[in-house]
């Protein structure tokens, strides 16, 4: 089981503005920057906010990153076809001294 | 711009061991570190380990302590991950990642260039 928390799955229709959460602790986002991956179908992740809310050249300003405390979000600002992906938030957690993943938000375009 | 380039897919035996590499090209190798993050299918990200180059140290997930090894080859530019004593739930995809900065700070650590993955398939 995942540390950190997300929703398993999330949705939103074109153009709409859609957000995903992701749960930590004090030992991972509570310490450590959050960064946010997406997984197209059938290809790699791609980094697509890291440091909680920078986003990598060649990212659309349409993804956005915020961090409180202990928790994390990607907003995702006119939501497109091509949005379709999974979504993972990472972190560094302190006290396993090692990478945390989500569990992973699909994400669907209806 | 850095390009990982990983071997071919395997299939295994279980109680077997594989050996997976992950060549960087368009970087500088003692620039950053190496991690090997897996999938299984239908599952979610799982980060296993990672080796900084510049130093040789590698360090593992708790989950893969004993059972993994990751090396890196400087002159090559070529980082491994050996995975040993398989079982069926290791089938999945492996991949190598970078993490930009020598020795990166844990405040500011993210994987910003991914390999292709490896696909190892775990069956008797």
């Known amino acids: 089981q995942s540390v950190l928390t997300q929703p398993p799955s999330a949705s939103g229709t074109p153009g709409q503005r859609v957000t995903i959460s992701c749960s930590g602790s004090s030992s991972n986002i509570g310490s450590n920057t959050v960064n946010w991956y997406q997984q197209l179908p059938r290809t790699a992740p791609k980094l697509l906010i890291y440091s909680n809310n920078q986003r990598p050249s060649g990212v659309p300003d349409r993804f956005s990153g915020s961090e409180s405390g202990t928790s994390a979000s990607l907003a995702i600002s006119g939501l497109q076809s091509e949005d379709e992906a999974d979504y993972y938030c990472a972190a560094w957690d302190d006290s396993l001294n090692g990478v945390l993943f989500g569990g992973g938000t699909k994400l669907t375009v209806l | 711009q850095v390009q990982l380039v990983q071997s071919g897919a395997e299939v295994k035996k279980p109680g077997s061991s594989v050996k997976v590499s992950c060549k960087a090209s368009?970087?500088?190798?003692?620039?950053?570190?190496i991690n090997w993050v897996r999938q299984a299918p239908g599952q979610g990200l799982e980060w296993m380990g990672r080796i900084i180059p510049i130093l040789g140290i590698p360090n593992y997930a708790q989950k893969f302590q004993g059972r993994v090894t990751i090396t890196a080859n400087k002159s090559t530019s070529t980082a491994y991950m050996e995975l040993s004593s398989l079982r069926s739930d290791d089938t999945a995809v492996y991949y190598c990642?970078?993490?930009?900065?020598?020795?990166?700070?844990?405040?500011?650590?993210?994987?910003?260039?991914w390999g292709q993955g490896t696909l190892v398939t775990v069956s008797s």
């Open positions: 990642a970078t993490a930009p900065g020598a020795v990166p700070a844990a405040t500011l650590y993210y994987f910003d260039y």
């Open positions: 368009g970087g500088t190798f003692s620039t950053y570190t």
